[in-house]
């Protein structure tokens, strides 16, 4: 199962407060043991909202809104991307990420979709997906 870990954003995020060095040097060890436990498919940071923008959309109309967004708590600061055996093992991963600031956050767990959950799909928009995915991999490989 795969599990998308979302680290909320805060204040220090939302201004571009880079983390200290003490703080990426906590993370990258915490990183080192998702990846020698080959648990980590991808993690990243992101940048602040400010540097974002949101699109809405209204039947066939769209409108884009350019960040600041105001709801800091209700914001993205990064996240993982973790294959893992069940949501209690991606709980425990998740108490062991590093708060070297010692300030009050939170972090968000979700299993991803996979293919097993669409089984009342028609076969050929299985079978869409599925060729979806493979191009998209044979592109990753090539780049």
Known sequence: MRFMVIVKATKDSEAGTMPSDEELRAMGEFNEELVN?????AGEGLHPSSKGARVFFD???????????????????????????????????????????????QIEIR???????????????????EELRARAAAQREAQ
């Open 37 to 41: 436990a080959g648990v980590l498919l």
């Open 111 to 129: 299993q991803v979709f996979s293919p097993e959950d669409f089984a009342d799909a028609s076969p050929e928009v299985l079978q869409q997906e």
């Open 59 to 105: 039947g066939d109309q769209r409108s884009v809104v350019d960040g600041p967004f105001t709801e800091t708590k209700e914001l993205i600061a990064g996240f993982w991307l973790l294959e893992l055996k069940s949501l209690e093992e991606a709980v425990e991963w998740v108490k062991r990420v590093p708060n070297p600031t010692g300030d009050q956050s």
